[in-house]
């Protein structure tokens, strides 16, 4: 019997650049060796690879080049209801899952896990000691479906978690469920012939840097056995992986290709780790855009490559980015700031967010001069970055509210808006019929426009529930709400059910990255941003820009850049659908007051809120911290370097 096997690729922002399932091994594509390792029990067609976006399809079909197989672009950002729909439109009673580092695994694993399915009679089947990101496992698809239901509220995004989680709070409770779970799992270690110690406990199968260790790994394993059926490449994973690391907790690794001139300059080093892109680099871009580089000698740290880090060099950064995971707390990491620290030599490093401990640790025993900038309402994490620093930059008067909740001097803390280069967002920057063209939204519509990344407290739900009020009032509205994803989260699968509830699907575009903000910002008639707690929504300094009239909540940071009816647009209550959506109405059916409270608002923004204003301020908070005594003494020894 032929089973077909699904293989759901994680969501990835689309500002990163690398794609896990291009990576190759032994010069062949990991997505195609993945295929590979299925296609002995369920044909040439049946696998099915779920993926998230179009733009992603024609990567995919180039590694499956020589093989067929269905490729889908699933709706849900939930693994669990991903391949539980995907069960489902195909009619299958049971399923393969893979995840990309099965090829790993011995290429007869999931035939044999699929035999032990049925022969166990069980639910589903998983496989125990072997590493997550490689493992196989079965499913009946009607259990998937039960899981997807019940579960779909506790932000449980893996069939297997989702199974045990149920499983095992029915038996503490001893309550039945209303779906079987019966399950004897495949045990690895026996079946192959192994001790449990000689199975790695966890791989890592996401970024660039990974593939090294796994080409290093398969290459090894092949040459001790023509056919690594035995699980050769598991164990000699584990035994390089183990030797790695020992190596990596004691000697550093350095950055590589880093000029580092000895000039007269004072140099700093800007550390901001997550590197998506969005309104924290976009602000980082923006104010290093007009920093004065004939006074400071920039350099920029990041983890992975993608638009932020393409953005920093060609505003003439220096940009280190070794493409690994630096927001671990690891000893490696810790290394890695020492090295770092000591070929740069920094007098001033700038945090442009809530950055990993080692780095912030090794600051603590360095004279350097550090800034740390808070633009989040959300200060998790970001005390030892606070208490450490020399000078705070605090985004709105709210965000510095809430530093002070730190024990921390008020004088070290800075409001400095979220900035904007005025000659570039101008009005009229893209003509508004071509830009909705371009971007598939009716050009016939009143559009109101919400920028903001898909998390709980940026109440894409509000937003959602105004548009159906809206809507009413004017029959020609249409929402455009750009929302990247960053990774797997269950608020998106609950924002996509709520628009189903309230029929929105045809007045609604949700577009994912966008290369040029400034294209989308020309679409609208109205920008909203309703957020809870947001520090400063830079999107609406964006739109002020180019004369567009917005409406935002009265919480977090965003309203002390409006003066609600005069300026700008209108600030509404938090979490009040009704009263958002009665101000966009008021705009939308008016011209004349969306005219005048757009230039306004412009006026506003160049006068306050330009970059260069911001980026004269930040460069005379480097200069405060250079006048320390400790910070000049760096600088002489730096200097003579």
């Given at each position: 019997m032929r089973v077909p096997a699904i293989l759901y690729l994680e969501p990835l922002s689309q500002s990163i650049a690398h794609r896990p399932y291009v990576g190759l091994i032994g010069g062949r594509p990991v997505l195609d060796l993945a295929a590979e390792s299925v296609s002995r029990y369920c044909g040439p067609d049946g696998l099915i690879?779920?993926?998230?976006?179009e733009s992603e399809r024609t990567a995919i079909e180039q590694c499956m080049s020589t093989r067929s197989i269905q490729l889908e672009c699933t709706r849900h950002f939930s693994k669990l209801a991903a391949v539980s729909h995907a069960a489902s439109d195909h009619?299958?009673?049971?399923?393969?899952?893979?995840s990309l580092g099965s090829c790993l695994a011995p290429s007869d694993l999931p035939a044999r896990v699929l035999q032990h399915h049925f022969m166990q009679q069980n639910a589903y089947t998983s496989v125990k000691g072997l590493p997550r990101e490689c493992s196989v496992s079965v499913f009946q698809t009607d259990l998937l479906q039960n899981l997807s239901a019940l579960t779909s509220k506790l932000g449980i995004f893996d069939p297997e978690a989702a199974a045990n989680k149920l499983a095992s709070a029915s038996k503490l409770a001893g309550l039945p469920v209303p779906v079987r779970?019966?399950?004897?799992?495949?045990?690895?270690?026996?079946?192959?012939?192994?001790?449990?110690?000689?199975?790695?406990?966890?791989?890592?199968?996401?970024?660039?840097s990974d593939f090294a260790l796994a080409n290093s790994v398969v290459e090894a394993a092949h040459n001790r056995c023509a056919d690594p059926l035995r699980a050769t490449i598991l164990t000699m994973w584990k035994e390089f992986s183990t030797e790695r690391r020992a190596g990596e907790s004691r000697v550093p690794f350095h950055p590589r290709s880093l000029r580092v001139a000895s000039r007269?300059?004072?140099?700093?080093?800007?550390?901001?780790?997550?590197?998506?892109?969005?309104g924290a680099e976009e602000s980082l871009c923006s104010l290093?855009?007009?920093?004065d580089k004939t006074r400071f000698e920039l350099f920029a740290l990041t983890s992975v490559s993608g638009v932020f880090s393409e953005r920093l060099r060609e505003l003439g950064v220096q940009v280190i980015c070794p493409e690994a995971n630096l927001g671990e707390p690891t000893i490696q990491n810790l290394h890695y700031a020492d090295a770092l620290f000591n070929r740069i030599r920094p007098q001033i490093v700038h945090l442009n967010g809530q950055e990993a401990l080692p780095f912030v640790f090794r600051l603590a025993m360095t004279d350097i001069a550090v800034v740390q900038h808070?633009?989040?309402?959300?200060?998790?994490?970001?005390?030892?970055?606070?208490?450490l620093s020399d000078s705070v930059i605090a985004v709105s008067e709210f965000i510095k509210k809430e530093v002070m909740a730190f024990p921390v001097n008020e004088n070290k803390i800075k409001v400095i808006y979220d900035e904007v280069d005025s000659s570039k967002f101008l009005p009229k920057f893209y003509e508004k019929t071509r830009a909705r063209r371009e971007l598939g939204i009716p050009q016939d519509s009143l559009v109101a426009v919400m920028v903001a990344r898909v998390a709980p407290n940026k109440r894409h739900d509000i937003m959602l529930r105004a548009a159906a009020t809206i809507k009413k009032e004017i029959p020609s509205f249409h929402l455009?709400?750009?929302?990247?994803?960053?990774?797997?989260a269950p608020i998106h699968d609950q924002l996509k059910r709520l628009i189903e509830d309230l029929k929105l699907q045809s007045y609604l575009t949700w577009l994912?990255?966008?290369?040029?903000?400034?294209?989308?910002?020309?679409?609208?008639?109205?920008m909203v941003l309703c957020s809870d707690r947001e520090g400063l929504g830079r999107c609406i300094v964006e739109g002020m820009s180019m004369e567009i009239p917005v409406v935002v909540s009265d919480t977090g940071g965003t309203h002390e850049l409006i003066s609600s009816g005069t300026r700008g647009g209108f600030v509404v209550p938090g979490n009040d659908s009704q009263a958002l959506a009665a101000k966009v109405v008021e705009l939308l059916r008016s011209p004349i007051l969306r005219t005048e409270l757009g230039k306004r608002g412009r006026e506003y923004v160049v006068e306050h809120l330009d970059a260069r204003i911001s980026a004269q301020t930040v460069m005379n908070l480097y200069d405060q911290a250079l006048c320390s005594p400790v910070v000049q003494s760096t600088c002489n020894q730096c200097v003579v370097s």
């Amino acid at each position: 019997m032929r089973v077909p096997a699904i293989l759901y690729l994680e969501p990835l922002s689309q500002s990163i650049a690398h794609r896990p399932y291009v990576g190759l091994i032994g010069g062949r594509p990991v997505l195609d060796l993945a295929a590979e390792s299925v296609s002995r029990y369920c044909g040439p067609d049946g696998l099915i690879v779920l993926y998230h976006h179009e733009s992603e399809r024609t990567a995919i079909e180039q590694c499956m080049s020589t093989r067929s197989i269905q490729l889908e672009c699933t709706r849900h950002f939930s693994k669990l209801a991903a391949v539980s729909h995907a069960a489902s439109d195909h009619d299958a009673a049971t399923v393969v899952l893979l995840s990309l580092g099965s090829c790993l695994a011995p290429s007869d694993l999931p035939a044999r896990v699929l035999q032990h399915h049925f022969m166990q009679q069980n639910a589903y089947t998983s496989v125990k000691g072997l590493p997550r990101e490689c493992s196989v496992s079965v499913f009946q698809t009607d259990l998937l479906q039960n899981l997807s239901a019940l579960t779909s509220k506790l932000g449980i995004f893996d069939p297997e978690a989702a199974a045990n989680k149920l499983a095992s709070a029915s038996k503490l409770a001893g309550l039945p469920v209303p779906v079987r779970l019966d399950s004897v799992p495949f045990e690895f270690a026996p079946a192959y012939g192994l001790k449990a110690c000689e199975v790695p406990r966890s791989i890592s199968f996401r970024l660039a840097s990974d593939f090294a260790l796994a080409n290093s790994v398969v290459e090894a394993a092949h040459n001790r056995c023509a056919d690594p059926l035995r699980a050769t490449i598991l164990t000699m994973w584990k035994e390089f992986s183990t030797e790695r690391r020992a190596g990596e907790s004691r000697v550093p690794f350095h950055p590589r290709s880093l000029r580092v001139a000895s000039r007269q300059r004072p140099r700093v080093l800007y550390i901001s780790l997550p590197s998506g892109f969005s309104g924290a680099e976009e602000s980082l871009c923006s104010l290093i855009e007009k920093m004065d580089k004939t006074r400071f000698e920039l350099f920029a740290l990041t983890s992975v490559s993608g638009v932020f880090s393409e953005r920093l060099r060609e505003l003439g950064v220096q940009v280190i980015c070794p493409e690994a995971n630096l927001g671990e707390p690891t000893i490696q990491n810790l290394h890695y700031a020492d090295a770092l620290f000591n070929r740069i030599r920094p007098q001033i490093v700038h945090l442009n967010g809530q950055e990993a401990l080692p780095f912030v640790f090794r600051l603590a025993m360095t004279d350097i001069a550090v800034v740390q900038h808070v633009r989040n309402g959300d200060l998790t994490g970001f005390e030892e970055g606070i208490i450490l620093s020399d000078s705070v930059i605090a985004v709105s008067e709210f965000i510095k509210k809430e530093v002070m909740a730190f024990p921390v001097n008020e004088n070290k803390i800075k409001v400095i808006y979220d900035e904007v280069d005025s000659s570039k967002f101008l009005p009229k920057f893209y003509e508004k019929t071509r830009a909705r063209r371009e971007l598939g939204i009716p050009q016939d519509s009143l559009v109101a426009v919400m920028v903001a990344r898909v998390a709980p407290n940026k109440r894409h739900d509000i937003m959602l529930r105004a548009a159906a009020t809206i809507k009413k009032e004017i029959p020609s509205f249409h929402l455009v709400i750009k929302g990247d994803l960053f990774t797997e989260a269950p608020i998106h699968d609950q924002l996509k059910r709520l628009i189903e509830d309230l029929k929105l699907q045809s007045y609604l575009t949700w577009l994912g990255f966008v290369p040029d903000i400034r294209k989308l910002i020309a679409t609208a008639d109205v920008m909203v941003l309703c957020s809870d707690r947001e520090g400063l929504g830079r999107c609406i300094v964006e739109g002020m820009s180019m004369e567009i009239p917005v409406v935002v909540s009265d919480t977090g940071g965003t309203h002390e850049l409006i003066s609600s009816g005069t300026r700008g647009g209108f600030v509404v209550p938090g979490n009040d659908s009704q009263a958002l959506a009665a101000k966009v109405v008021e705009l939308l059916r008016s011209p004349i007051l969306r005219t005048e409270l757009g230039k306004r608002g412009r006026e506003y923004v160049v006068e306050h809120l330009d970059a260069r204003i911001s980026a004269q301020t930040v460069m005379n908070l480097y200069d405060q911290a250079l006048c320390s005594p400790v910070v000049q003494s760096t600088c002489n020894q730096c200097v003579v370097s």
